[in-house]
């Protein structure tokens, strides 16, 4: 009974909320004689590849939330784009272990730098890809549907 109650309760919570959203930071960066690469850093639960991304904050643009988890997430500093380049969907797994669609904007976010000290350092691996390497190694079809579009129109 318990385990029917605690269903239910996921499944209300569920319908009364609206669609999830979330800002991402595609960080990349362009190197003379080099492909375009982009910044991938390992989540938190699973370890799988992802961009830095995060939920929206009271008083925050979009791109500055997506530039501010990109600090806290990998250390990153740089200029990012006000208009997103696009979106991406996959599926978030609550605590409760139900897992809801979340949809997530992504905004370019040229890397000036790397800071050696940011709130989640140690807590993720950070790795530069070229972009079609990156655009390999991402879990969500529609992430990667983001990224090989991008690489090949920023090539220098």
């Not at 799988?48 to 530039?67: F, L, S, T």
């Not at 040229?110 to 350092?121: C, H, Q, T, W």
């Not at 529609?142 to 920023?154: K, V, Y």
């Amino acid at each position: 009974m318990q385990l029917l109650h605690r269903v239910l309760a996921d499944v209300q919570v569920m319908l009364r909320r609206p669609p999830r959203l979330q800002y991402a930071a595609l960080c990349y960066r362009v190197r003379t004689g080099h492909p375009l690469e982009i910044l991938l850093i390992t989540s938190r639960d699973t370890g799988r590849w992802v961009i830095p991304k995060g939920w929206p904050m009271k008083g925050k643009r979009a791109h500055e939330v997506a530039a501010r988890e990109a600090f806290e997430e990998a250390g990153v500093k740089g200029s990012c784009e006000r208009a997103p380049i696009g979106h991406y969907v996959y599926r978030k797994k609550l605590d409760s272990g139900l897992k809801v669609s979340c949809t997530v904007r992504v905004f370019a976010m040229k890397v000036a730098g790397l800071r050696g000290n940011f709130p989640e350092k140690g807590e993720r691996k950070l790795v530069w890809f070229e972009y079609r390497e990156a655009a390999r190694r991402v879990a969500e079809r529609s992430l990667r549907d983001q990224i090989l579009p991008f690489g090949s129109a920023t090539l220098p």
